[in-house]
């Protein structure tokens, strides 16, 4: 099998020839032009390539980027202008410093700006995007995060949206309903898009949100706009990247086909064994500890062979990914882990 018929036969819960193996291309990217990546391909390995399933217009934001230095650090500035008033955030050296959304009034222009935001399809983009990237690139289908997540990732930050849902709740409420329906959009077009796989690029952790906010924000979202998908014949995979187990019972619930980027302790807090109770039927994209890369050959080894042992159902249901983080030795590690998988051959 290619990695794309492997991945065809993984997304359908039917057993590919051998556990799948990818890396984001975001990760890859970095050292593309290096003859290594060759073998590996060759090997079995493909580069997964997200394309967003639609793009949005805004007529009324103008936005302003600037770049200075201060005190040896890189500081990126970005203003977004519109007739509702204007709202700012900044990165230092690549990593995001200020949030868009500071105070009540922020929320209000960034729910205008929402609101006025238009959806528009670009299949043949799509179609384009999936030619150019073989043989070994794999497409997925993007439909960002649901309202809760944006928010929380995106727009406020962890630590300043975690008091916005106290002290801002009428404003919370206004942006959540705005996005919603974007989000909604979203999901019609993906729907209408070529493309199996759609990723809802979630980055979701328990330790952010809880069971209690988990069932009043994201399952409602995943229960009403999911099916949609699926009645389309897609497959959608969610970011669960972080701890998922008080959320378990609601995630075993809830309509996602595929949990991405699920990694054990002590990133997660489930193990793969553990994951699988709880999630009988669920497609596992996993990824593999950073940490593990390091190990000996031998061990490495053994540690792909018993996830796979943990993880999959009669070889079915399981795939790995580099999506975390990028293995400084990926020349010696990543190989090992492509022999051991292909001791999964049927």
């Not at 991945?7 to 890396?23: H, K, S």
């Not at 019972?249 to 990133?267: N, V």
Request: aromatic fraction near 10%; hydrophobic fraction near 40%.
């Amino acid at each position: 099998m290619t990695i794309h018929e492997r991945l065809e036969a993984f997304w359908a819960g039917e057993r590919p020839d051998r556990i799948p193996y990818t890396i984001y291309h975001n990760e890859w990217r970095h050292t593309k032009d290096d003859p290594a990546w060759d073998a590996m391909f060759r090997a079995g390995l493909g580069v997964t390539c997200p394309i967003a399933a639609c793009r949005s217009e805004e007529d009324d934001v103008e936005v302003l980027n600037t770049t200075d230095e201060v005190d040896g650090v890189t500081v990126r500035k970005q203003t977004l202008r519109t007739p509702a008033g204007e709202i700012w955030q900044t990165w230092k050296d690549g990593w995001h410093d200020q949030y868009l959304l500071k105070t009540a009034e922020d929320y209000r222009v960034m729910t205008e700006i929402v609101r006025k935001r238009r959806l528009v399809p670009h299949n043949e983009r799509i179609e384009a995007h999936a030619r150019e990237i073989l043989p070994y690139g794999v497409p997925w289908l993007g439909i960002g995060r649901t309202p809760l997540q944006t928010m929380l990732v995106d727009y406020a930050g962890l630590e300043s949206f975690a008091f916005h849902l106290v002290d801002l709740e009428e404003e919370v409420r206004a942006l959540y309903d705005a996005l919603l329906d974007k989000f909604r959009q979203t999901v019609e077009l993906a729907a209408r898009a070529p493309g199996r796989f759609v990723s809802n690029l979630e980055n979701f952790t328990a330790d952010s949100l809880g069971p209690s906010r988990y069932a009043q924000f994201l399952l409602p979202v995943y229960e009403e706009c999911l099916p949609i998908l699926h009645d389309a014949g897609k497959i959608v995979g969610c970011h669960y990247d972080g701890r998922t187990a008080s959320c378990r019972d609601h995630i075993a619930s809830s309509p996602i086909d595929l949990i991405e980027s699920l990694t054990e302790p002590h990133e997660g807090d489930q193990t793969l064994s553990e994951a699988r109770a709880a999630w009988p039927d669920k497609l596992f994209w996993s990824n593999i500890r950073v940490g593990d890369y390091e190990l000996e050959p031998a061990a490495l080894r053994a540690k792909v062979l018993s996830m796979v042992e943990a993880g999959s159902v009669d070889g079915r249901l399981l795939a790995f990914e580099v999506s975390e983080q990028y293995p400084a030795n990926w020349k010696d590690s990543m190989p090992v882990v492509l022999d051991a998988l292909r001791e999964t051959s049927v």
